[in-house]
């Protein structure tokens, strides 16, 4: 058995550095990795070298990883235990830390093909740099707002079925989950998602079957000028109302769908900083377009023109 001398420890931290890792061992964090392989902080003294060796191997698999299949605009990657991550590749090719975690299991039935389906969706997302959903308006008499109270006031009237909340899958923390989301909501609420920031959103109609959501401070430099001017809206856009995202997301339904929940009512208290706005549009089948996460809001500005964040659109 070798003697794991600080070399030694410093050998094998470095022969599983790769770029699909999630942590980067920069000369920093191989120090500190060393150090807690050799030392025991809490019981003041230095380890066994059994201890040594369990602690180093620790450390290891938790930080191997191997490429398993490359897209244009994700990879995956897995480390030991059937665990695979599905990580962005941003500008340059640079792998972010961020992933949706999906183990490979025969016990679970989870195969690597559930792998590739998930990154393939995942992939598509950031190719088309939009994500997108789908949603039925009965009656096209539409409620907006940043969120909507149950009768309690400590949860949210359209709630993620609690056998699914959880999930890495319906995480609104990666792209994948949020569409995954905007669809368990349509699915079992009749309600239209959009995850965007902290920001405040200007709702418009453009006509009866199209919804434009854009930010409430458009500005521009002119430099022909030297002034600061507004971005001039499209004629056809009726402004309907604006949200204030607290917390960082806007919720919509039909006025049918609302009544079934148990929820407030509209002119509550509770309301005072979240008060929904209401539209008339068309009844059917609207599609949700979200490129709030994928836009860059100034090359849009730069020459006067909208960003547009989402769009809803009626199909059918």
């Known amino acids: 058995m070798e003697y794991l001398t600080a070399k030694r420890i410093t050998e094998r931290l470095q022969a599983i550095q790769n770029k699909y890792n999630r942590y980067t061992f920069d000369d920093d964090s191989v120090k500190n990795y060393t150090i807690f392989v050799q030392y025991d902080e809490k019981k003041k003294r230095y380890r066994t070298r059994k201890e040594k060796e369990s602690y180093l191997s ?5 930080h191997y990883r191997e490429l398993v299949k490359e897209y244009s605009h994700v990879v995956i990657s897995k480390r030991k235990y059937g665990q695979h991550h599905i990580q962005i590749k941003g500008r340059g090719g640079k792998i972010y830390n961020d992933s949706m975690d999906l183990i490979v299991s025969e016990r679970m039935g989870r195969t690597i093909e559930m792998v590739y389906e998930k990154a393939e969706a995942f992939n598509k997302i950031h190719s088309e740099k939009c994500v997108t959903g789908r949603v039925e308006f009965p009656t096209g008499n539409i409620l907006f707002a940043n969120f909507f109270k149950n009768l309690q006031e400590d949860d949210y009237a359209f709630e993620i079925p609690g056998d699914v909340k959880y999930s890495s899958e319906n995480s609104i923390n990666h792209a994948l989950g949020e569409q995954n989301t905007m669809k368990i909501l349509s699915d079992t609420h009749g309600l ?21 959501m ?16 507004d971005v001039i809206m499209p004629k056809d856009w009726e402004l309907i109302g604006e949200v204030c995202c607290d917390v960082w997301r806007v919720e919509c339904i039909d006025q049918e769908n609302f009544d079934k929940g148990d929820v407030l009512p509209l002119d509550h208290k509770g309301y005072d900083h979240n008060k929904p706005i209401s539209g008339k549009v068309n009844p059917g089948t609207w599609t949700i377009k979200n490129r709030y996460h994928f836009m860059d809001d100034d090359t849009y500005i730069k020459k006067g023109l909208v960003p547009v964040w ?5 199909i059918s």
Not at 194 to 209: H, M, P
Not at 214 to 229: P, Q
């Open 58 to 62: 620790i450390v290891c698999d938790q």
């Open 192 to 212: 239209g998602y959009v995850q965007l920031g902290n920001t405040s959103v200007s709702i418009y109609k453009a006509g009866d079957d199209r919804i434009i």
């Open 214 to 229: 854009a930010s409430c401070y458009l500005e521009y430099y002119d430099e022909d000028t030297d002034k600061y001017l």
């Open 310 to 314: 989402v769009e809803l659109n009626r």
